[in-house]
Structure formats: structure tokens, C-alpha cells
């Protein structure tokens, strides 16, 4: 089994901390399985899931439960809930169930985006839980590599190569990140799996959230994004090709990026004169989905980068953010990671040109980004410069995503 890189601090924050873990990502990354490893672990516990229907008659005719469990009273007693947050009084529901019995009692959440709806509101939680996102799995959490922000500018000077990381990428490449068809790695089992993976999303997770009578134009909607992966979204060219309203589909790509189906990531404007300051680019959790092959592999970059960004700030790491870069003459790099707000990393993507981007080269001047690294979708590279004072990196995909959380 795949130890999952946020398995340890999920335990560090139950048993040190005191507070409940809430653990969200997209459907089947692996959140149930991670919650009962932990329950399994702890020794002493309660699995309870909101879609079955008996944990449901329990919990209404009995929301303490769990007090009445056999439990050795010289430790605490783990309780999961899983896809709580369907109950409509779940908030308060929490709150009473920490205020009672935190002392006694650890709690771990698991759920989709919607455990992020009320961080941007009126939070009757606060102070009560740490978050914590589980995303598809990536190389370096594949092959155990647990990189922490302070050792990643060590590793951009000198680039070790693992001998499994080459076929780890290719397996992931072809068959995505969500444990159970890398596990497979079968192209007809992948396609099963996928089809019946966004319709449960959207036919059943999405319609049943926000009740939408439109739900088929949300599917279309959705099979319009793997084309424009790496381009600025333009709301108005979507609301065209959909025919709803600009304001329709800004709702209905909240709605999509809030349950998981896609992430952006926004234009850098900071410092850079003539930059763009809007539209932010489209990316997808399950990177097969997107039938090109330069649009996967920049997809594929992408998450590596974005997981490993979220997971930094959510242990308490460092305060990193990632964009993208692209001027109004047109000239872009496609990733910038920036360390509390300045550049510290430019990420270009080439399938093969193993030639130094020029554009890379004009803005690690611009922003002085300590390193500029041109990832390459070809297996063997690996080239080290150095040029204005700054470090360049010419090298295989694998061999920089390793790097990564």
C-alpha cells in the first residue's frame, strides 16, 4: 500500500494538537481508505459514512454515538466521518461534537470541496480543525520522497536521479494519479473507471449539492475544458460554446473547481511591467483526460506543482503560491513558484527541445528567480547552467517531479 504523504501529520495533529483533521480532495483519491489506515492504526475507533444509510438513523437517533462505544478510556477514540458535510446541519453538528468531547475523542472529516464552503464565510468552526488536501498521487509520494520546502532549494542545485522514477512517470502519464487505475494500469480499466468516475461527480455529487436543472450543460461544459488546458480560460468564448450567460458559467466553473474536477492558476503581475493581469489557465485533476500529448504533459507538470504548493502551506512549511507568467507581447513561462510572494523557481514545458526557452531566459532577468528549470518530456536529460548569476536546469520530467511532495 502507497503511504500517503500527509498520513503522518493527519496523526501529529489528532494526537499532539488536539484538533479534528479535515481531509478533502477529489472523489476516489483515497480519502476513505487514508481515514480507516489511521483508525486501523490508532487501535480504537468508529468508521461512520453518511451514505449509509443505517450510520444515518444512527447518527439522527443518536448523534453521540460514538460515546457509548467500548473504548479504553486511557487513550483517545478516533471517529471518521466520511461525506458528512451531505447532512445539512453538519457545521453545527461539528461543533457541538468537538465543544463535548475533544477531550476524549479525535475526529477526522473527509469529504469533497464542499468542506472548504464556509472558510470563505462566517466559519462557526474556527479554531476547531486543520485542513489537509489529499490529491492524486504524484511521483515523489509514490516513491516515499518526502521533500519539505527547506530542503527543495538544496535539491534544485544538485538533481539526484532514482532509478524507479522514470517508470513511475510513465505509469502515471497513461494512467493518471487516482490510486485505483494507477494500481491497474489498464487502459480498458482506466476508461471504465473514468466514465463512471465524472458522472458520479457530476450527475450525483454536483445535482444533488446545488440542484441543478441544467446539469447536462455542466457535463458539456466539462468536456469543453481538457482543450483549452494551458491557455487562458476566457469565460466569454465558453459561454458561446455552451450558450449560457457569462454569469451562468463563471457559477457553473466555481461549481466544477470547487468539487474537484479542475484547479487555475492565475497570472504573476508583481514586478513585471506589461503582464496580464486576468484570466488564469485550466487544469485537470485526472491529466488523461486531456487527448494531446503536449497539454498532458504540461497538465501533469502542473499538478506536481500545484499539489506540492498546497501541501507546503498546509504543514505549516513555507508560504507558497503558484502562477503563470505571459507578458502582452505574447511571451510566456508556463509556471512560476513563488516564496512569500517573490519568484523563486520559473518552470518552462517542452516535449522534447532541449535547447534553453528564450522566454525562460528573459524573465528569470525580470523577476531574478534564484533558478529556471525547462522540464522535458524525454527521459536522459539533464543539463546544469549557469548564466547572469542565476541557476538554469535543462532536465527529464521525471527526474524534476521526484523532487516534489
Known amino acids: 500500500m502507497i503511504k500517503r504523504n500527509i498520513h503522518d501529520v493527519t496523526k501529529i495533529i489528532l494526537e499532539k494538537y488536539g484538533k479534528m483533521v479535515f481531509i478533502s480532495g477529489p472523489r476516489q483519491s483515497g480519502k476513505t481508505t487514508l481515514s480507516k489506515q ?7 475507533g468508529s468508521y461512520f459514512n453518511w451514505d449509509i444509510v443505517n450510520h444515518q438513523k444512527k447518527l439522527i437517533k443518536d448523534p453521540y454515538f460514538f460515546e457509548k462505544e467500548n473504548r479504553d478510556l486511557q487513550r483517545k477514540f478516533l471517529v471518521v466521518f466520511d461525506e458528512i458535510h451531505k447532512y445539512s446541519k453538519w ?4 461543533k457541538g461534537v468537538y465543544d463535548g468531547y475533544a477531550g476524549e475523542f479525535s475526529f477526522v472529516i473527509t469529504g469533497s470541496g464542499r468542506l472548504d464552503l464556509f472558510k470563505k464565510g462566517g466559519d462557526s468552526l474556527l479554531g476547531r480543525y486543520f485542513s489537509l488536501p489529499l490529491f492524486p498521487l504524484t511521483i515523489g509520494e509514490i516513491l516515499g520522497v518526502q521533500i519539505e520546502w527547506r530542503n527543495f532549494k538544496e535539491h534544485l542545485i544538485d538533481m539526484q536521479s532514482n532509478p524507479k522514477s522514470r517508470k513511475t512517470y510513465e505509469l502515471l502519464f497513461n494512467f493518471s494519479g487516482f490510486p485505483e487505475p494507477f494500481i491497474k494500469s489498464s487502459e480498458k480499466f482506466y476508461n471504465m473507471w473514468f466514465q463512471e468516475r465524472k458522472s458520479l461527480l457530476i450527475r450525483e455529487d454536483i445535482r444533488n449539492a446545488y440542484a441543478v436543472r441544467e446539469i447536462s450543460n455542466i457535463e458539456i461544459l466539462s468536456n469543453l475544458l481538457p482543450e483549452r488546458i494551458g491557455s487562458p480560460l476566457s469565460i466569454n468564448s465558453l459561454s458561446e460554446d455552451v ?10 466553473l466555481l ?5 474537484y474536477y479542475f484547479f487555475r492558476i492565475k497570472p504573476f503581475s508583481k514586478s513585471i511591467s506589461r503582464s496580464i493581469k486576468k484570466e488564469a489557465k485550466a487544469y485537470l485533476y485526472d491529466w488523461v483526460e486531456a487527448q494531446d500529448e503536449s497539454s498532458r504533459f504540461e497538465n501533469i507538470v502542473a499538478l506536481h506543482l500545484f ?3 498546497k501541501l507546503w502551506r498546509s504543514l505549516g512549511q513555507a508560504y507558497t503560491e503558484l502562477f503563470y507568467l505571459r507578458d502582452r507581447e505574447k511571451r510566456e513561462v508556463d509556471f512560476v513558484l513563488t516564496d512569500r510572494g517573490k519568484p523563486f523557481v520559473l518552470i518552462e514545458c517542452k516535449l522534447s527541445d532541449d535547447n534553453i526557452s528564450n522566454n525562460l531566459m528573459i524573465f528569470q532577468r525580470k523577476t531574478n528567480a534564484p533558478f529556471a528549470i525547462q522540464v522535458v518530456n524525454k527521459k536522459g536529460i539533464s543539463k546544469k547552467m549557469r548564466q547572469n548569476g ?5 532536465v527529464s520530467a521525471e527526474r ?5 511532495p
Request: charged share 20%; net charge neutral; aromatic share 18%.
Open 38 to 44: 489511521i483508525l486501523n492504526e490508532m487501535r480504537q
Open 91 to 94: 457545521k453545527n453538528y461539528l
Open 243 to 252: 450558450g449560457a450567460s457569462f454569469d451562468t458559467v463563471k457559477d457553473w
Open 255 to 259: 461549481i466544477l473547481e470547487q468539487f
Open 307 to 309: 499539489k506540492a504548493t
Open 390 to 394: 542565476f541557476t538554469q536546469w535543462i
Open 400 to 404: 524534476f517531479l521526484a523532487m516534489l
